[in-house]
């Protein structure tokens, strides 16, 4: 049992002046963090979107910063149904004090994502199907994690701007917890088969700006790489210079990705729709690796 939950409904307008999308605050008691819960859902239809904030960030910024006016469109057709999650970075990997309580404070995090929430989800909303992940920035770390940590309960990602080592952002430190929350770190020498087969039939992007501010284009460039090289579906795609590591880049990025999405993109021989009515479905399952 969870504890308490609290689910507001609301309705707000976005892409035109007589269309809406239903938008619901949720609250629920985490038992794994031993607090208060917080996410924002939008839409009522479509494919589960789980998105993670940027660093410290908060559930609310998703909408704050633009994010949903920019998936709108695909949100109101119903191709999309957008679940934007609270973090709990000021916690673990950007407390003061770096030690084992980073890893230790993730893990909790991490339940109460894929177990937690999902059930909510479930629950609330009547969520089944597995989730794409998506964040810009910090967020697109905390994608990629849950996306090639739990693929029982994400096929597909989106990774905007991301950072998938954090040695240098941690000043050298490290341990196991650090070590196995890093892509870069665990991805390389990820060799079993079953787990391997689960994330070859998930579809990865991995995009950036070249422009001011993007500093970690050499860590997504290599995660795409050793993804590629596990067999496991990755469109990497470097943007140029006239874009830099901010809000209005990762706009137009999404937007670019759930069109494709809708449309249809490449995996292996043929095309597949992650996004829309006509979409891939795959439902959650139990699992961890």
């Not at 998703?62 to 709990?88: K, L, N, P, Q, S």
């Not at 460039?221 to 006239?242: S, V």
Request: aromatic share 14%; glycine share 12%.
């Amino acid at each position: 049992m969870r504890g308490p939950v609290f689910t507001d409904t609301g309705r707000g307008p976005y892409a035109g002046d007589r269309r809406t999308m239903e938008i619901k605050y949720h609250k629920f008691f985490s038992r794994s963090l031993g607090q208060d819960f917080e996410l924002k859902s939008y839409g009522s239809s479509g494919k589960p979107i789980m998105a993670f904030p940027t660093s410290g960030g908060r559930f609310h910024d998703y909408e704050d910063r633009g994010m949903i006016g920019a998936a709108a469109e695909f949100i109101e057709r119903g191709d999309i149904r957008i679940f934007a999650v609270d973090g709990r970075d000021r916690e673990s990997w950007y407390k003061p004090v770096k030690d084992k309580w980073i890893g230790l404070r993730h893990a909790q995090y991490e339940t109460c994502i894929t177990e937690e929430t999902t059930a909510f989800l479930s629950e609330t909303c009547g969520i089944t199907e597995k989730f794409l992940a998506t964040g810009n920035s910090f967020g697109a770390f905390h994608a990629a994690n849950f996306f090639l940590k739990f693929p029982g309960r994400f096929d597909s990602a989106v990774c905007l701007s991301g950072v998938y080592s954090m040695r240098t952002e941690l000043g050298g430190y490290s341990d196991e917890g650090v070590y196995f929350n890093e892509p870069l770190s665990y991805l390389p020498g990820l060799k079993d088969q079953r787990a391997l087969a689960e994330l070859r039939k998930g579809y990865l992007v991995i995009a950036h700006g070249r422009g001011a501010w993007e500093q970690f284009n050499d860590q997504a460039r290599e995660l795409g790489e050793i993804a590629k090289n596990k067999g496991i579906t990755c469109w990497y795609d470097p943007w140029d210079e006239t874009w830099p590591h901010d809000w209005q880049t990762w706009h137009a990025q999404i937007r670019k990705y759930l069109s494709h999405f809708s449309d249809g993109v490449q995996f292996g021989d043929g095309m597949i729709k992650l996004t829309g009515p006509d979409r891939r479905l795959e439902k959650q399952r139990e699992q961890k690796h």
